[in-house]
């Protein structure tokens, strides 16, 4: 069974930068998308950004040009970091690691991490 640990996140002041890993082990086949998701108050789970091991990468609106996604991919871990520059106040949120976990070449599921806090404020 794999798991997802989750690192980074905390307080900080708009137009700062923080930094969230993810880190998927264990056993299994491949991962195919993995990813950061939020749930602003009131609002649906929302995409932030994922990327998948053929470099392909999707990004909400409102975090394009100020987030990053990148992914590191080995035979036993396979892990994707978020850059977040230039913070706004309305970017705090918990912030879930998403990954579709492939245990054979035809069967997948999607595991979820226990969410980082992400605070931005003065």
């Known amino acids: 069974q794999e798991q997802l640990m989750e690192s980074g996140g905390g307080l900080v002041q708009p137009g700062g930068s923080l930094r969230l890993s993810c880190a998927a082990t264990g056993r299994f086949h491949s991962i195919g998308a993995m990813g950061w998701y939020r749930q602003p108050p009131g609002k649906q789970l929302e995409l932030v950004a994922t990327?998948?091991?053929?470099?392909?990468?999707?990004?909400a609106d409102s975090v394009k040009g100020r987030f990053t996604i990148s992914r590191d991919d080995d035979k036993t871990t396979v892990s994707v970091f978020l850059q977040m520059d230039n913070l706004k106040p309305e970017d705090t949120d918990v912030y879930f690691c998403?990954?579709?976990?492939?245990?054979?070449?035809?069967?997948?599921?999607?595991?979820w991490g226990q969410g980082t806090q992400v605070t931005v404020s003065s």
């Open positions: 990327a998948t091991s053929g470099g392909d990468t999707n990004y």
């Open positions: 998403r990954a579709v976990v492939w245990t054979t070449a035809s069967v997948y599921h999607v595991n």
